[in-house]
């Protein structure tokens, strides 16, 4: 059962009514953003891609090339990348140029994927996959091929997965029946973004055994993103959970979900006092106006 903040009476009627008007408006109607939700989207996304916090800024510039700005995040990224030396948030700044459309940039996180320094695989795995990128796929397929590193092992079978490798697909359904939990928990995140419907049985499995609320967080949004009611449902529920981790996962994943319902859950969240959940909110109305568009 997800875990809410104690909140006032009003805003719990608030809650309550943005609730159950998500459960009850249809995904296939138009919800339209007005004009000032969406200055504040960008807004949100534009101060979030200046902030101090690194990671958290290039989850601004991913919103900000998702809603259409991508020559504005190049323009503001650019410039950092030559002075950075620290192999993973090298990693963070070249993806969102690839995402931008300075598809050259990738080929610094192949670079830092091949490389001896494992300080940076992950990152470089996780970066290409979000990307679709993989180069000759020789670093990936090494990557993929050991299991020490698990969470290198994953990504890397992600974005081999992602670009069309049966094998790797393979390899990510079978994690999500192995015997650690986090292991699990990264191969439904991934499955719900690349996954499909012959996935839902084993990551509904999944939740009953799920350690804590974060892990049983990742498998409802991934139920959710594969279009199941039951998680878009929870994803909602999450929106409003005291630990800002969820809220920003469940934020992150409605837009995943491509659910025009949950906006007016989203809203509110624009003033959270977490930079992550107010960034992915406003990442996620942004792409939903999109969807519901005309």
């Known amino acids: 059962m997800p875990r809410f903040a104690p909140v006032c009476l009003c805003s719990l009627l608030v809650f309550a009514i943005q609730y159950f008007e998500v459960r009850a408006v249809n995904a296939e109607e138009a919800f339209t953003?007005?004009?000032?939700?969406?200055?504040?989207?960008?807004?949100?996304?534009?101060?979030?891609?200046?902030?101090?916090?690194?990671?958290?800024?290039?989850?601004?510039?991913?919103?900000?090339?998702?809603?259409?700005?991508?020559?504005?995040?190049?323009?503001?990224?650019?410039?950092?990348?030559?002075?950075?030396?620290?192999?993973?948030?090298?990693?963070?700044?070249?993806?969102?140029?690839?995402?931008?459309?300075?598809?050259?940039?990738?080929?610094i996180m192949l670079d830092i994927l091949a490389g001896d320094d494992p300080y940076g695989h992950v990152h470089a795995a996780e970066s290409l996959y979000k990307v679709n990128e993989i180069g000759d796929g020789k670093a990936m397929k090494r990557a993929a091929k050991q299991t020490e590193n698990m969470k290198l092992h994953l990504m890397a079978c992600a974005a081999l997965a992602r670009a069309g490798n049966k094998k790797a697909m393979k390899q990510l359904r079978t994690r999500l029946t192995d015997d650690d939990a986090e292991t699990r928990k990264i191969a439904a995140w991934i499955l719900?973004?690349?996954?499909?419907?012959?996935?839902?049985?084993?990551?509904?499995?999944?939740?009953?055994?799920?350690?804590?609320?974060?892990?049983?967080?990742?498998?409802?949004?991934?139920?959710?993103?594969?279009?199941?009611?039951?998680?878009?449902?929870?994803?909602?529920?999450?929106?409003?959970?005291?630990?800002?981790?969820?809220?920003?996962?469940?934020?992150?994943?409605?837009?995943?979900?491509?659910?025009?319902?949950?906006?007016?859950?989203?809203?509110?969240?624009?003033?959270?006092?977490?930079?992550?959940?107010?960034?992915?909110?406003?990442?996620?109305?942004?792409?939903l106006s999109q969807l519901s568009s005309p």
Not at 214 to 243: F, M, T, W
Not at 259 to 275: F, G, K, T
Request: hydrophobic share 40%; with cysteine; proline share 4%.
């Open 33 to 107: 953003l007005s004009g000032e939700v969406q200055a504040r989207c960008l807004k949100t996304l534009r101060e979030g891609m200046k902030s101090d916090e690194f990671w958290p800024s290039i989850h601004a510039a991913e919103g900000l090339t998702l809603a259409g700005y991508g020559e504005e995040v190049r323009a503001y990224l650019e410039p950092k990348l030559p002075t950075e030396k620290d192999d993973q948030q090298r990693c963070g700044l070249a993806r969102e140029l690839v995402r931008a459309g300075d598809r050259d940039k990738a080929r």
């Open 192 to 287: 719900g973004r690349i996954g499909d419907e012959t996935d839902l049985t084993q990551i509904r499995k999944n939740i009953e055994t799920s350690p804590d609320a974060l892990s049983r967080a990742y498998n409802e949004h991934s139920l959710a993103a594969l279009g199941d009611a039951d998680g878009l449902r929870a994803l909602v529920a999450n929106l409003q959970d005291i630990d800002p981790a969820i809220r920003t996962y469940a934020a992150t994943f409605a837009g995943d979900a491509k659910q025009i319902s949950v906006m007016p859950a989203l809203i509110p969240l624009l003033d959270h006092e977490n930079i992550d959940v107010r960034v992915r909110a406003a990442q996620s109305l942004m792409v």
